[in-house]
């Protein structure tokens, strides 16, 4: 079956720093989807990303979806003590009439003031 | 906020037991999925509510089954409660226009459940 895997599973982050997190599916993907929680919360949708190589940026944040539409990375520069939480990646896959999301296992970022 | 809506919020129940979990969808929105998120991990699909007609699942068994209702609401209900069933549930709304074509989704509070 489908698989999405994410990586690192942790991350400590000095404030200020720079970080990525990597996502890999073992099959093509549909699309990609990126979401946060924060302890306690529910996944609030960052963005997502459809297009075979494409780049999006929200302020600090710049997502990338790989060329065989596999794979899928969030960098965040400056960190800051907001940029706390897990952060989960999703693959969409689709069938023939419908579809399902499948999420990483999440990278979870504590930041160091 | 989103606007998706779950109840109850917090919910104990003892192994054998049943339970059903209650999502509203944002408004406009027409299809509800429905998560399973067990401590320290990411959501899994559970199925999925479009039209009132569940048209996608994952490795979930029977007894796990759902409905939705023409205002697009939605019920998880859980048979025969096992431990491992403890867990977050989410739902999350999207508007879906085209069957297999994903919108984004947007997830409720959740329902945390704790079987004992």
């Known amino acids: 079956g489908q698989q999405v895997m994410q990586i690192p599973q942790y991350q400590h982050v000095q404030e200020g720093e720079d970080f990525t997190t990597y996502c890999n599916s073992s099959t093509t993907l549909s699309n990609i989807q990126w979401y946060k929680q924060r302890p306690g919360g529910h996944p609030v949708f960052l963005i997502q990303l459809v297009k075979s190589g494409e780049v999006k940026k929200q302020k600090r944040l710049t997502f990338q979806f790989g060329e065989a539409k596999k794979n899928s990375s969030l960098h965040i520069t400056a960190t800051q003590t907001t940029d706390v939480g897990t952060y989960f990646c999703?693959?969409?896959?689709?069938?023939?009439?419908?579809?399902?999301?499948?999420f990483g296992a999440g990278t979870q970022v504590v930041v160091t003031p | 906020e989103t606007g998706v809506t779950q109840s109850p919020t917090h919910l104990i129940k003892t192994r054998g037991q049943q339970v059903t979990l209650r999502c509203s969808s944002q408004s406009g929105h027409n299809t509800v999925s429905w998560y399973q998120q067990a401590l320290g991990q990411g959501p899994q699909f559970i199925f999925q509510?479009?039209?009132?007609?569940?048209?996608g699942r994952g490795n979930f068994p029977p007894r796990f089954s759902g409905l939705q209702f023409p205002n697009y609401s939605s019920e998880l209900n859980v048979n025969a409660l096992e431990l491992d069933d403890s867990a977050l549930y989410l739902c999350?709304?999207?508007?879906?226009?085209?069957?297999?074509?994903?919108?984004?989704?947007?997830f409720g509070p959740g329902t945390r459940l704790l079987v004992l």
């Open positions: 999703a693959g969409y896959f689709r069938t023939d009439s419908w579809g399902k999301l499948q």
């Open positions: 509510y479009y039209r009132e007609e569940e048209n």
């Open positions: 999350a709304s999207s508007l879906v226009i085209l069957a297999g074509e994903q919108e984004t989704q947007y």
